[in-house]
């Protein structure tokens, strides 16, 4: 059937067949079929349908409806059937239209809420994720993953892992591989105040962060474009690198305490030692410092001791305190050292005072030096003497003598007479000792002509002893 177009002389191009069990129409003289209704094949099977390229209407109804765009090799960008709207290599674009809000869209919010409840946090599990978060971030989300939420997780994961995934719009879910837009804000509330996640790329909410989390009108994370981030609470991490600066007025970095301008580490163990290593930037000083308790002096139990280092301006200092208890303020003895460019000082007592003190002239000393458990002036250019008596026997005769101290080495001697001179004569034999044990005493000999004088001979000797 068609129709004769007097304007053209000719018959019309459009036109329409009844053949078999079809009515088909064409616009172009039958070169291709515009529109049947009828029997036709369809993914290789026949079935009754309508073929065409364009359908208008107020309402399609269907028990079963797909609506797709396929190209040249039946690749589908768009799909809509029982599964709901599936995109491939496609965008769904808002013009002049208001977005849903999630209190328009069916069920949504019930679902999301019964969610929320169904996560489980109790005191308990919130105390075992804060821990575990401590440790290990990974732990931290396998606990979260025993949730409600989890099963969720783990069907997107999964989904998104596959080669061709697409985005998915379910009744309260949207789910894609890639989402691209100017703002997004996620809320929720817990304890009657409001949070919120937002993502701000064009700082259309003006506070200069593209990323922020917001507990009622407080922001407690921010994240802005150069990279600056902002957050008030605790940080858990499993690692991390400076490469910049870090700044901190208080808080705590790997058992080491951040207080203003020192930074001190405290640490207690099974010997109740507290080592403490402290420095004050302010001050310009280290100080390095341990306790020791239950310690016993002069009769009095559990005094404690402090050993302390200090390094500041130019100079090195040793404490050590003894005090006693209950209040620890009473000081049982104590001794200083320092070291600085104007010399060594060392003191010592209840009261520090001075022992000896050490400069570019030389050394004073206010107490005795000691060695071996000796005052040092006992030791050393110690002199011995001593007396012989002996008649004249007009031949030698050999005389031993003891020091009555250890000589370390071969001392100076000398051997005088006392009476007649130019009648004696004294001649050196030997040391007694060795370097080893040390030399006790030594041998001399006399000869005397006359034998009817008593002669005597004096001996000193001077050295170093043990």
Excluded at 164 to 193: A, H, R
Aim: net charge negative.
């Amino acid at each position: 059937m068609r129709k004769y177009d007097y304007e053209l002389d000719d018959y019309s191009p459009y036109q329409m067949k009844l053949v078999n069990r079809n009515i088909v129409m064409t616009d172009d003289g039958w070169e291709h079929a515009k529109l049947a209704i009828g029997l036709g094949s369809y993914h290789e099977h026949l079935m009754y349908g309508v073929w065409a390229d364009l359908l208008v209407g107020d309402l399609i109804v269907g028990e079963k409806l797909v609506i797709k765009s396929e190209d040249e090799q039946g690749n589908s960008s768009v799909t809509i059937d029982k599964n709901g709207i599936t995109i491939k290599n496609g965008t769904i674009s808002w013009e002049n239209v208001n977005a849903p809000e999630i209190k328009n869209i069916k069920d949504l919010a019930d679902n999301l809420n019964e969610i929320n409840t169904n996560i489980d946090t109790t005191e308990t599990n919130v105390k075992k994720y804060t821990d575990a978060a401590k440790t290990s971030l990974t732990e931290a989300y396998q606990s979260y993953t025993n949730s409600k939420v989890s099963d969720l997780d783990r069907a997107v994961a999964n989904y998104l892992q596959l080669p061709n995934s697409t985005t998915l719009i379910g009744e309260n879910y949207i789910i894609s591989p890639y989402i691209e837009g100017g703002y997004i804000n996620v809320t929720g509330d817990t304890d009657n105040t409001q949070n919120q996640v937002i993502i701000d790329p064009k700082n259309l909410t003006d506070t200069g962060y593209i990323f922020a989390v917001r507990h009622g009108n407080d922001f407690t994370v921010g994240i802005k474009p150069d990279g600056t981030a902002t957050f008030k609470g605790t940080i858990y991490a499993t690692n991390g690198n400076f490469n910049g600066n870090v700044h901190s007025k208080s808080g705590q970095i790997g058992g080491w305490t951040i207080d203003d301008h020192t930074l001190s580490s405290i640490k207690i163990d099974n010997d109740n030692l507290q080592p403490k290593l402290y420095l004050d930037g302010k001050e310009g000083c280290i100080t390095s410092s341990r306790i020791d308790t239950n310690v016993g002096y002069g009769g009095i139990n559990n005094s404690k001791v402090l050993h302390k280092t200090s390094i500041k301006e130019g100079q090195i200092d040793f404490l050590k305190k003894q005090t006693a208890p209950p209040t620890y303020e009473n000081v049982l003895i104590q001794s200083s050292l320092t070291l600085s460019g104007d010399g060594i000082f060392y003191e010592y007592g209840q009261e520090l005072e001075t022992i000896f003190h050490v400069h570019n002239y030389g050394m004073d000393v206010y107490g005795h030096i000691w060695q071996n458990n000796k005052p040092i002036g006992d030791l050393y250019c110690v002199v011995k003497t001593g007396t012989k008596s002996h008649n004249g026997t007009g031949t030698w005769e050999t005389f031993r003598v003891d020091f009555g101290v250890k000589y370390t080495k071969e001392p100076f001697i000398n051997v005088m007479p006392i009476t007649h001179f130019s009648n004696e004569k004294i001649a050196f034999c030997k040391f007694i000792g060795n370097r080893t044990s040390g030399y006790t005493g030594f041998e001399y000999t006399v000869y005397c002509k006359d034998t009817n004088i008593l002669y005597e001979t004096r001996w000193f000797a001077s050295g170093n002893i043990l």
